[in-house]
């Protein structure tokens, strides 16, 4: 066999393989590389058991249950970008400040919710999270790994990383028999996403609404099917196909977890 036949070989080897990993639901898409540092201010809400963390903008509900405890952050109106920010993770490290714990450590967070304007306060005085500010209000455990809490504030250096995540997405059930709502949570790589689609064992793909923080909607009678679901991320651009997630007698209410996910 000739060059040339050889790489149209391995040409159509691949793409027989790339097609069986995305129909079984356990292709991964390509790995999402670090951003840039960038310069932002810190501040955090609620106490030492992040119990006024819980629920939030996002629509994750229990942050325990969800899988991301309290390693979490509200986001400025300017980086949660109306809720397509969410769900994606930060490496944050104090700067510049005499309350910085020694040798300037960082924790990575997830973003869960939106920590809104106040536009009764100046932005450089308690208006933290006025835009155009890049801010971030973190869980009080997790603004303790990088300074003392009584700094109340600290500079910060910040970049996007991949969220590092343990098993595939999952999907939270709610809605009734014609509108199905998905929470999308334990989203890896960039951690965001940008659109869904929903399909059941006897539809073809149904496109997805974005509601709210991370959830998504189908104005269509799914009851008795089996469902999956295409996720496409808000940063990458990349799609991941997670297959026969939840079974024909599935339930608003439950969460659904998939084999697949981004890395």
């Not at 994750?60 to 809720?83: M, P, R, V």
């Not at 300074?147 to 504030?153: H, L, R, S, T």
């Not at 099917?225 to 339930?251: D, H």
Request: hydrophobic residues 35%; proline residues 5%; positive net charge.
């Amino acid at each position: 066999m000739g060059p040339i036949s050889s790489f149209w070989s391995f040409k159509k080897f691949f793409a027989i393989v790339f097609v069986v990993f995305a129909i079984s639901g356990e292709f991964v898409a390509g790995y999402y590389n670090p951003s840039p540092w960038r310069y932002a201010h810190a501040t955090f809400y609620g106490d030492e058991t992040g119990s006024e963390t819980m629920g939030g903008a996002c629509g994750y509900g229990n942050l325990f249950n969800s899988g991301y405890g309290l390693a979490t952050a509200a986001l400025s109106t300017t980086l949660f970008k109306d809720g397509y920010g969410c769900g994606q993770c930060f490496q944050i490290m104090c700067v510049q400040s005499k309350h910085c714990y020694y040798g300037n450590p960082s924790t990575v967070v997830t973003a869960t919710n939106l920590c809104p304007p106040n536009w009764y306060q100046d932005s450089n005085n308690g208006g933290w999270c006025n835009p155009p500010r890049t801010h971030f209000d973190m869980a009080k455990p997790a603004f303790m790994k990088l300074a003392n809490w009584k700094a109340g504030i600290i500079p910060v250096s910040y970049r996007r990383v991949p969220c590092k995540r343990s098993g595939g997405m999952r999907f939270q059930f709610q809605g009734n028999s014609y509108w199905l709502l998905i929470f999308v949570m334990n989203v890896g790589g960039a951690g965001d996403i940008k659109s869904m689609a929903v399909k059941g064992s006897r539809t073809n793909w149904i496109s997805m609404s974005h509601n709210w923080g991370a959830s998504y909607q189908a104005f269509s009678s799914l009851y008795g099917q089996s469902l999956s679901f295409r996720v496409t991320s808000y940063t990458t651009g990349e799609t991941v196909y997670a297959w026969n997630v939840a079974p024909s007698n599935w339930n608003a209410g439950m969460t659904y977890k998939s084999s697949a996910n981004f890395r």
